[in-house]
């Protein structure tokens, strides 16, 4: 299984972008968003899960972001609106099939994608 991500860049505050992550091989339950900024652990940004697509956010995202799936191309997107400085970070996509009560947990997650860097500029 490989995880493609795109779509980081620098945008000013108040800003949007778009994420979009694409799993190759099987499908799996969970697909989610976790970021990583300088000096810091790498935390839950949110994640969608089949079957339904019900979405999970962290309570620092709620309301600015979006994420969701694409079954038939097994890609996750996670758009982002009203963007902060503080969501400036490398930006990870990550798929698993664990349970929902561990979904923001890194260790729940089997594959993770390369990275990509956000910026938000004040």
């Known amino acids: 299984v490989q995880l493609q991500a795109s779509g980081g860049g620098l945008v000013q505050a108040g800003g949007s972008l778009r994420l979009a992550c694409t799993a190759s091989?099987?499908?799996?339950?969970?697909m989610a968003w976790f970021r990583q900024a300088p000096g810091k652990e790498r935390e839950f940004v949110a994640v969608?899960?089949?079957?339904?697509?019900?979405?999970y956010y962290a309570e620092s995202v709620k309301g600015r972001f979006t994420i969701s799936r694409d079954n038939a191309k097994n890609t996750v997107y996670l758009q982002m609106d009203k963007m902060k400085p503080e969501d400036t970070a490398v930006y990870y996509c990550?798929?698993?099939?664990?349970?929902?009560?561990?979904?923001?947990?890194?260790?729940?997650?089997?594959?993770w994608g390369q990275g990509t860097e956000v910026t938000v500029s004040s």
């Open positions: 969608v899960r089949r079957p339904g697509n019900r979405s």
């Open positions: 990550a798929v698993g099939d664990g349970i929902l009560s561990a979904i923001s947990t890194t260790s729940t997650y089997l594959y």
């Open positions: 091989g099987r499908t799996f339950i969970n």
